[in-house]
């Protein structure tokens, strides 16, 4: 009978395991939802910049970055042009995917297609002409490093948490001295935090900068935090807690 009962009960603890990392499951699936429309109204905002003439770019990029088109016939031809200097690439297929924007500015790409668009495509239609702005700064986010003044806590309301996070900036020239200082959101079930730039500009120049945010807001819900920091093309670099808040 002893023997029974310590089965039942090694029995409901598995139970209760599972049950405990099916709701982790749960709410890390929701919040990963809940930050994919996030990051789509960021990239609609970065697609949104426009050149002089009014003229939209499909995207905006830094240096020595390529643009993924995802998978592309051999029928289909591209052509790149860089607008300054008035040069050309002519590539096929999904050798656009391995074109590399090496010097900033604004590029032009004429899609071609030859052959009429049918069920047997499988890529994406593209429009004819694409316009492709390519700044002379990068950022690169390094999250291994990134700090937090307090710990986060469910429940706790926050006035001044502060998170950091080295970056690498990297400038192709010395036409840009400052840049505004890029944003932060978080996201998560229940969540309500505010976070803004601790500067309102950040110093251009060759090396590693430490961004500082301040924080304010409250956790109502156990819940996974996910920290969507803004680069300076607009573009979304995640940090996820490793931890749930509970």
Same mark, same amino acid.
């Given at each position: ?5 310590? $089965? /039942? ?32 109204? $960021? ?34 031809? /591209? ?14 297929? %999904? ?29 994406? %239609?593209? *429009? ?30 926050? *006035? =001044? ?8 900036? %990297? ?61 300076? $093309? ?5 940090? =996820? ?6």
């Amino acid at each position: 009978m002893e023997y029974n009962n310590y $089965n /039942w009960v090694g029995s409901t603890n598995k139970i209760t395991a599972m049950k405990t990392t099916a709701r982790h499951f749960l709410l890390c699936l929701l919040l990963m939802i809940g930050f994919g429309a996030t990051a789509q109204n $960021n990239y609609v905002l970065g697609k949104a910049d426009t050149n002089p003439a009014g003229e939209r770019f499909y995207k905006v990029i830094s240096f020595g970055e390529k643009i993924f088109f995802g998978k592309v016939e051999n029928t289909t031809t /591209w052509s790149v042009t860089n607008t300054a200097e008035k040069t050309t690439a002519n590539l096929r297929g %999904s050798e656009i995917n391995e074109y590399v924007f090496e010097k900033a500015g604004q590029y032009e790409i004429r899609f071609f297609e030859n052959k009429k668009h049918s069920d047997e495509c499988n890529h994406p %239609s593209f *429009d004819e002409k694409m316009l492709i702005k390519v700044n002379p700064v990068k950022m690169t986010f390094d999250f291994s490093k990134i700090a937090f003044s307090e710990k986060i806590e469910r429940g706790r309301n926050y *006035d =001044n948490l502060i998170i950091t996070v080295p970056v690498g900036i %990297s400038t192709k020239d010395n036409s840009i001295t400052k840049l505004a200082a890029p944003g932060l959101f978080i996201a998560g079930i229940g969540v309500s935090m505010k976070a803004k730039p601790a500067t309102e500009n950040v110093e251009i120049k060759n090396g590693v900068q430490l961004l500082t945010y301040q924080v304010s807001g409250i956790v109502n819900a156990e819940s996974y935090l996910m920290f969507d920091f803004s680069d300076f $093309n607009n573009q979304i670099h995640t940090y =996820n807690l490793p931890q749930i808040i509970h």
